[in-house]
């Protein structure tokens, strides 16, 4: 039979209930139990924590423990307790000893884990007394299974942070660190997943401009921990895709219960979406980082505005777009005398609808008029007729790919979407660099007008001497 209230037990530890030579007597609080006909005396001590405030041994509550233990540098021993346990009673002085031999160096604390159970259960407590050492990762505790004296205690403690120094130096640290800005390991990318809190959630998620993708994981679950470095992945790879646009979080479900309650957390790992105005939604999709990256970049080309369609009127212009994009998409127009403003804009129309039609591509666009940038063009393979024309450089690889089909927009999609897959011809940038750029006057949007030509002075000439024949 289950003493009312706990689960946290093992066979190692015989419950006071269970001991034949255990009887009711006055001055102890007992009750009567009627359960399947049989009526049982239950006996409950009157038993308090074992510890006090004027120990050395920090007291640790569900409350506490995160501040505490979670995001605390130090190496921690704790322990997880039932006030009426026999094994834990006599542990309590050797554990105190050691509390304080190691004060300053290592700390020390206990959980009562009958009266917190969630905690003891965070940390799949079954029996009692249960010591946990948490050291460099903080969400993956080891057991102690050392001797239960102080001087064995201490031993184990300063061998555990042996191995925490030798971490730092060799540049290892832990997983997640909960309600820190990054959940960084040894791995450096988990700086990007940014961890968020009961008190942190409203302010960076609910009053956010971005999209927020945010896993709800327990330390303890196999599947988040398969997830982790996924996840890690992924959210630097959207960070750079999209500026900073796309945001992945996680939350301590163990540890932030209000959020977990709030959102209706069952199970972990759980994803939510978080837009601005909209209730969250699950993210029902894959765990791998392509996975979470396309539904990233989905989420954002959804929310974003269009690209920027710009002229190149500096070399500045040409270089921070082509450098800051995977490809830049260029245009040749013809002269705006050949065309008028009409015309221009009507290619420039076409280029905008393409530019919002592969806009989760987050490829740059830009523009220049036929001869203002004669070298460019040259280096291109345009050079000097057939206009208008397109160009799709990856600045990187310093490659190209021209347009060989319209400059309309069935003609356009078919190049860009060749170029999607992986497919059509390239050739490299002529010089293996963009060529110098000349700094011209952006176009007003007016028709062009024709330069003004001096006029002539005839007064003078005597148009009589050209009758006559020369000698």
Request: glycine share 10%.
């Amino acid at each position: 039979m289950d003493r009312p209230g706990s689960q946290l037990f093992t066979d190692d530890e015989v419950l006071p209930w269970q001991q034949e030579s255990h009887k009711c007597s006055v001055g102890v609080l007992t009750t009567l139990l009627f359960v399947l006909g049989t009526v049982s005396c239950t006996l409950f001590l009157a038993v308090n924590g074992l510890y006090s405030a004027s120990d050395d041994v920090i007291e640790l509550t569900p409350t506490n423990f995160n501040k505490e233990v979670i995001q605390s540098e130090s190496l921690w021993l704790v322990e997880f307790y039932a006030p009426w346990c026999g094994h834990c009673q006599r542990l309590t002085p050797e554990w105190k000893k050691a509390a304080t031999a190691l004060k300053g160096v290592v700390k020390v604390g206990a959980v009562d884990a009958d009266k917190h159970q969630s905690l003891g259960g965070q940390y799949g407590v079954r029996g009692f007394p249960t010591i946990k050492i948490f050291g460099a990762n903080k969400n993956k505790a080891e057991d102690y299974q050392g001797g239960r004296t102080s001087d064995a205690i201490v031993d184990a403690a300063l061998s555990a942070l042996r191995s925490l120094v030798k971490d730092r130096l060799s540049g290892r640290s832990g997983g997640y660190s909960s309600g820190k800005q990054s959940r960084e390991s040894g791995g450096g990318d988990k700086k990007d997943v940014i961890e968020l809190t009961d008190d942190s959630f409203d302010k960076n998620v609910i009053n956010s401009d971005d999209v927020w993708m945010v896993e709800f994981y327990a330390p303890w679950c196999g599947h988040c921990k398969n997830l982790e470095p996924e996840w890690a992945a992924a959210a630097t790879e959207v960070k750079e895709q999209t500026k900073g646009k796309v945001k992945l979080a996680a939350v301590d479900a163990t540890v932030n219960q209000m959020l977990a309650s709030r959102y209706g957390i069952r199970g972990f790992p759980t994803i939510k979406i978080f837009q601005k105005g909209e209730d969250p939604v699950d993210y029902d999709g894959g765990r791998t980082r392509s996975d979470i990256v396309a539904r990233a970049l989905d989420l954002f080309s959804d929310n974003a505005p269009p690209p920027e369609l710009l002229e190149i009127t500096s070399e500045d212009v040409l270089k921070s777009t082509c450098d800051a994009h995977q490809l830049c998409i260029i245009s040749v127009l013809p002269h705006i005398l050949d065309t008028g403003a009409s015309g221009r804009n009507s290619y420039l129309d076409v280029m905008l609808k393409m530019a919002e039609k592969y806009k989760k591509k987050m490829w740059g666009w830009l523009w220049t008029e036929a001869g203002a940038q004669s070298d460019l063009e040259s280096s291109l393979g345009i050079g000097g007729f057939g206009y208008p024309a397109m160009a799709a450089v990856n600045a990187r690889k310093m490659k190209f790919a021209l347009l060989k089909g319209s400059f309309s927009e069935q003609g356009i999609n078919e190049f860009l979407r060749e170029l999607s897959v992986g497919r059509g011809s390239t050739a490299p940038v002529g010089g293996g660099a963009f060529p110098k750029i000349h700094s011209v006057e952006p176009w007003d949007g007016k028709d062009g007008e024709l330069p003004v030509e001096d006029d002539i002075d005839l007064s003078d000439v005597d148009l009589d001497d050209w009758d006559k024949d020369e000698l």
